[in-house]
């Protein structure tokens, strides 16, 4: 039986591609703003496009922080995408403006160390040792469009809880290229523009379900 993944529709953009992707990994697939179904889906995908404070905006208008926090308060799995994972973080500074995040990591977002901005096309990563995600992907590349990112992780995980799997990539500087850590996972590229191994690694992440 395909695992139902709700893809968290709140006004941010690329959400019909999303979904094809998430259809063409396998996963039966509903865009939605409605709470119930969000919280009731086996696997909940945040997308965002744009600035990060008008993403915020625009998830506090639809209480999607609410959605997330109750999800992964009982183990439920959530997948973040481009500045759907940066919002997962404390802070993110655009352009001077100073935004609140969802809070879920310490640190912030903020502009990339390069003269060539955005960093927009195909990129390697460096994949973490026993990441689900890039499982069998670790020679792949992936598609990015985005001029901040994370660059530092701090969060400090106290045993039994499980080690972080933080994937990085470079352009200027190192930033963090894919998180997974417990049930929330996300991605600073974009998997549905990324080709076959965008696919495979949301087959990975639907698999895990």
Known sequence: M?????VLDYGSGNVHSAVKALEAAGAEVELTGDRRAALEADGLLVPGVGAFPAV???????RGGSIVES??????PVLGICVGMQVFFERGIERGV???GLGEWPGTVSVLPSPILPHMGWNTVDAAEGSVLFDGLHDERFYFVHSYAAQEWTLDVIPPFPQPH???AEHGGRFIAAVENGPLSATQFHP??????????????????
């Open 192 to 209: 549905e523009k990324s080709g076959e191994a965008g696919i495979r690694l949301l087959r990975n992440w639907i698999d895990s379900l």
């Open 166 to 168: 933080v994937t990085w």
């Open 98 to 100: 100073e935004a609140e």
């Open 71 to 76: 999800r992964l308060a009982g183990g439920r």
């Open 56 to 62: 915020m905006d625009a998830l506090n208008a639809a």
């Open 2 to 6: 395909a695992a139902k993944v709700a």
